[in-house]
């Protein structure tokens, strides 16, 4: 036999249900980060890549585009 624990209405607490705390939308929008310029510098300098800043600010914007993109 289960044990039943009788309470007051006025003892319970009612919130309304946020289904967006259940989706895989809201986990995967906290992980979202941007890729900075220094990031990558450090990344092709370990590759031994040659590098100027205009490829660097093109790779940024391209990176950051795509990880958008995946995001959603």
Do not use: W
């Amino acid at each position: 036999m289960k044990k039943v624990e009788v309470v007051l209405s006025k003892e319970v607490e009612v919130k309304p249900l946020d289904l967006s705390a259940f989706t895989e939308e809201r986990a995967q929008s906290g992980a979202v980060r941007r890729v900075s310029k220094k990031e990558i510098r450090e990344i092709a300098e370990g590759l031994g890549l040659p590098y100027d800043d205009t490829q660097i600010a093109f790779a940024k914007k391209l990176l950051n585009a795509y990880i958008k993109k995946e995001a959603v």
